[in-house]
């Protein structure tokens, strides 16, 4: 039973951990066709609506699409005011 415990938890925390390096990252929306991007109530939803380039985020959460590419939900840095879902690849979090 204990050697089974520690089995998961060392094929866990791998995942658990990089899952956390998303979580709360200070970012920059930075899509590069300069138009909005796009905010969404979830992946692949319908658009709530835009939020323009160099607005400062940070990430409340991740989750993945059947493709293994990461959405993102967002709330406004600073305020902590919900945005919603965007695709992560258009956020610059350095």
């Given at each position: 039973?204990?050697?089974?415990?520690?089995?998961?938890?060392?094929?866990?925390?791998?995942?658990?951990?990089?899952?956390?390096?998303?979580?709360?990252?200070?970012?920059?929306?930075?899509?590069?066709?300069?138009?909005?991007?796009?905010?969404?109530?979830?992946?692949?939803?319908?658009?709530?609506?835009?939020?323009?380039?160099?607005?400062?985020?940070?990430?409340?959460?991740?989750?993945?699409?059947?493709?293994?590419?990461?959405?993102?939900?967002?709330?406004?840095?600073?305020?902590g005011e919900e945005i919603g879902w965007v695709f992560r690849k258009y956020?610059?979090?350095?």
């Amino acid at each position: 039973m204990r050697r089974n415990s520690r089995l998961a938890l060392g094929l866990a925390a791998p995942i658990v951990l990089w899952s956390a390096t998303f979580a709360g990252a200070a970012c920059i929306v930075a899509d590069p066709t300069g138009t909005p991007l796009n905010v969404r109530l979830a992946p692949y939803a319908a658009t709530l609506g835009t939020i323009a380039n160099g607005v400062a985020v940070v990430i409340h959460e991740t989750t993945y699409d059947a493709k293994g590419q990461p959405w993102v939900h967002i709330v406004q840095a600073g305020s902590g005011e919900e945005i919603g879902w965007v695709f992560r690849k258009y956020l610059d979090c350095r």
